[in-house]
């Protein structure tokens, strides 16, 4: 047993550096990410600020009764689901597919130019684009509208209209992260060795086998790590977004679990029961974390633990 | 992707700050937890520990040696830096109080305040805070972050306390559930501040098409129909807007000619003393059918259901409306001389009806912590703004510099009235009036600071058809207040999601029976109940 520690010990004052250098990001989590959660408990209590957290009576189950029994709980769940997904499905294979095209082009400058300008939205503030949507739409002069009338369509305020409001939440989103997000995928590609190209090309393969055969498999690690992350937040639809997109008729399409807390958590200082809400957001993404974590490693042997 | 994780991350930072927030609260709290108790007279127990020797109950200065409290509260866009503020620099001199004034700009105000409360770190006074009764109910009755003031306002305010006893009806308004007083109001007893929107109407344009101002509600779409189709402001383009209404919650207190009331300032008529709202009566029902039919032939702003001020602001400069709703004419100066009020309109309910009341006071302008280091100065401070001296001190600044005394009416030096920068930005400097919400009382002598000759005029022709008896919304006790809160926040979002749908057209009224089932079932009878209780334990 001693001699065990001794060893430890030895060990320790060894890479002392490395163990200082660790220090600083496991006290960040302490810090920010394990010590806050024992605010979680208000969740179940009836927040009263003087008698403080632990002072606080107890309500038992009571806010997350509030919550499955409002009207709009059904309309939220399911927005929030509904509108990550749809971003998944759209908004995941976007860039993979951009950067595969990317790496077609053979022309550098051309190439550059491409990657620069589609990477280039990335940078615009959530209110400029939710702004720019707004103009678009316009009934009298808005782009979108114009484009439709080409095709004898009667114009409509898209931004007024629940059925658009999925649609042009996640395509704007595609357009915006689009390009910054096949960084990663270009990356990884230009990883890829030459001579695997060229043995194709000489064994005769077209070009489509080439990408479906070389690229896509070479990369296919770092799609799904990104993959399984991007299912743990599924549930943690972008707030801002949302918010200043939505408004009093696309409500039942637009309200999402992060928007309803700001509103009756933060701003009507509803505490305890925004934790609730806040909680059973984060066990559902939880739960889908680990069943991806799950399929991941049952089918392609790569996961995250 | 990447993004989404920054807006993960600050969403848990904020989750973070107001927990730790939270902690540190509790840990300062402990030791006054006990005399904190909720609903003692904290004011008793605390003023023979502070009233020292330099403190003066009557006259000025307040207090012999300096002392600092912090004052929290919401700083309008058009308000200066508090601390910049003439009035307060010049009463910083004359009380020897300096206020360490933290404000917050409206923007976020909601949520900073909130947070201010569950951290338990106060200020020693909530100045401009705009307190809330649900708020009142919470913080005040409920966790007592708030202090009584009952037995201070009796001993060191005056002038307070001269229209409590005047106007019953002001006091009443400001007495919470457990029978205490914790805010004090902002008082208006102005002829003008006794109703919230004016009607306007363009009397140019009705001039140039040759019209006579409407006294129907039949004849209201005529005139809007010429406003549409007649180009009468003349520069040949269709830009003109009929009607405007500011937000699609403004719909609700301009329901007179229908015959729906507005009392307790929401879908409330009350008669006899029995609560009822009507949002699933089918007078309210006919009304959203009249403002449909505006909606659909573009008279009614197509964009008023978008809560965008900004473009409302500069509709109204570019005098685009033809007729429209607004308290005050301070953000179309430039144009009022084209607009006059005119009376209400007759419609189904047969007789002129105006019912966006109000009862002349507002809760929450002024409050303190419990844990005030010197709750009789802070109230002594904010008294002064209710005398009649003070409060013309308090809206116009200093006599001579910022104004003069016109027939015995004050008026603002040009200089301030025709600023460029704007008018109410101007006065932001001198004074904290705009936004309004402020601790003072605005008499029909002190209102011309707000409203001009043409507003004062509007609201005159409107008077008389104001209801007779007028409610506030009533206490609620803390219990009934959390099903007050949980029914509310339900059934205001579903009520504007679906009159606003039914408004600009997005359902058919073959909904209104959904609509009025889901009502039910969100539980509108039971707030119903709720509301009549609190108003038979006033009477």
């Not at chain 1, 920010?32 to 009263?48: D, E, H």
């Not at chain 1, 000489?202 to 990369?219: E, N, T, V, W, Y």
């Not at chain 2, 008529?269 to 006919?286: A, E, Q, S, T, Y």
């Not at chain 2, 006071?361 to 009649?388: K, Q």
Request: glycine letters at 8%; hydrophobic letters at 40%.
């Amino acid at each position: 047993m001693g001699n065990r520690l001794r060893k430890t010990v030895r060990q320790i004052r060894r890479d002392a550096g490395l163990y200082i250098i660790l220090a600083v990001p496991v006290a960040w989590y302490l810090i920010f990410k394990y010590v806050p959660m024992y605010g979680l408990q208000i969740a179940f209590k009836k927040f009263n600020p003087t008698l403080g957290i632990i002072g606080s009576p107890w309500a038992g189950t009571t806010y997350f009764k509030q919550f499955f029994n409002s009207y709009y709980f059904a309309d939220i769940l399911w927005n929030t689901v509904s509108l990550s997904v749809f971003t998944m499905l759209i908004g995941f294979p976007a860039p993979i597919l951009l950067a595969l095209l990317i790496n077609e082009i053979k022309n550098t400058r051309f190439k550059k130019a491409v990657q620069n300008i589609t990477y280039m939205p990335n940078f615009l503030s959530v209110v400029v684009i939710v702004s720019m949507l707004s103009l678009f739409s316009n009934r009298d002069y808005g782009l979108f509208n114009r484009i439709t009338s080409v095709f004898g369509r009667e114009a409509v305020d898209f931004m007024s209209k629940p059925g658009y409001f999925q649609p042009l939440y996640v395509f704007s989103n595609v357009w915006q992260y689009m390009g910054f997000n096949a960084i990663i995928y270009i990356a990884a590609l230009a990883g890829v060795d030459a001579e695997l190209y060229e043995a194709a090309s000489i064994d005769g393969a077209s070009r489509m086998q080439k990408i479906l055969h070389i690229s896509i498999p070479s990369i296919m690690d770092t799609i799904l790590i990104l993959f399984i992350m991007r299912i743990g937040s599924i549930m943690t639809v972008g707030f801002e977004k949302v918010y200043l997109m939505q408004n009093n008729v696309t409500i039942s399409a637009s309200e999402v679990i992060s928007t309803f807390i700001y509103k009756n958590g933060i701003q009507k200082g509803q505490f305890s029961y925004s934790t609730a809400v806040g909680m059973f957001n984060s066990v559902i993404n939880f739960v889908l974390l680990a069943g991806a974590n799950f399929v991941s490693k049952k089918t392609a042997k790569t996961s995250l633990w | 992707m990447k993004k989404r994780h920054v807006a993960l991350l600050s969403a848990a930072m904020l989750t973070v700050s107001a927990v730790t927030g939270c902690g540190s609260g509790t840990a300062n709290s402990g030791g006054q937890a006990q005399t904190d108790v909720p609903g003692s007279t904290a004011g008793e127990t605390a003023a023979p520990e502070s009233a020292d020797s330099t403190f003066n109950a009557e006259g000025f200065p307040i207090v012999e040696e300096k002392i600092t409290l912090t004052a929290y509260g919401s700083k309008d866009q058009n308000h200066a830096p508090w601390d910049e503020m003439t009035v307060f620099q010049k009463y910083e001199e004359m009380s020897n109080i300096h206020m360490d004034f933290q404000e917050v700009p409206a923007d976020g105000f909601a949520e900073n305040k909130q947070l201010v409360f569950a951290s338990n770190e106060l200020p020693d006074v909530f100045l401009r805070a705009g307190l809330t009764a649900n708020e009142i109910s919470t913080y005040g009755v409920g966790s007592g972050q708030l202090m009584v003031l009952d037995d201070l306002l009796e001993q060191y305010a005056p002038n307070i306390s001269r229209y409590f006893n005047e106007y019953p009806s002001i006091r009443q308004t400001c007495v919470a559930s457990d029978g205490h007083i914790y805010t004090i109001p902002t008082i208006d007893i102005s002829a003008t501040g006794r109703m919230d929107f004016k009607q306007w109407i363009n009397t140019k344009w009705l001039d140039h098409l040759g019209l006579s101002v409407p006294t129907t509600i039949e004849e209201f779409k005529d005139v809007l129909t010429a406003f549409r189709d007649g180009d009468p402001n003349g520069n040949g383009e269709h830009d003109e807007i009929p009607l405007g209404i500011r937000e699609p919650s403004s719909v609700y207190q301009l329901g007179g000619a229908f015959g729906l009331g507005y009392q307790m300032r929401d879908t409330y008529d009350i008669d006899d003393g029995i609560v009822h709202n009507w949002l699933c009566d089918d007078k309210f029902k006919d009304y959203l059918v009249y403002l449909n039919e505006l909606y659909s032939e573009k008279l009614l702003w197509q964009d008023y259901y978008k809560n965008d001020r900004p473009a409302w602001r500069s509709n109204l400069a570019a005098e685009l409306f033809g007729a429209m709703y607004m308290p005050y004419s301070d953000v179309f100066l430039n144009c009022e001389q084209d607009y006059a009020g005119y009376e209400p309109l007759i419609g189904p309910a047969g007789v002129k009806y105006w019912p966006d009341v109000k009862t002349g006071a507002t809760v929450g302008a002024y409050a303190l912590s419990s844990t005030c280091s010197n709750p009789e100065a802070a109230i002594r401070w904010v008294d002064y703004f209710y005398g009649d001296e003070g409060a013309l001190f308090f809206m116009f600044g200093i006599e001579g510099e910022n104004y003069t005394i016109v027939d015995g009416m004050p008026k603002l030096n040009d200089e301030i009235l025709n600023a460029e920068e704007g008018f109410m930005t101007a006065l932001g400097k001198i004074a904290m009036v705009p936004g309004l919400g402020f601790p003072s009382v605005l008499t029909d002598k002190t209102d011309s600071v707000l409203a001009s000759s043409i507003t004062k005029e509007a609201a005159k022709v409107l008077e008389p058809y104001l209801p007779e008896v007028i409610y506030a919304k009533p206490p609620v006790s803390p219990d009934d207040m959390d099903r007050v809160v949980a029914i509310e926040q339900d059934l205001v979002t579903y009520r504007d999601e679906a009159v606003t749908k039914f408004i600009v057209g997005e359902w058919g009224f073959d909904m209104w029976d959904d609509y009025c089932a889901t009502l039910e079932q969100i539980g509108i009878r039971e707030l119903e109940e709720i509301y009549q209780k609190a108003i038979d334990a006033q009477q």
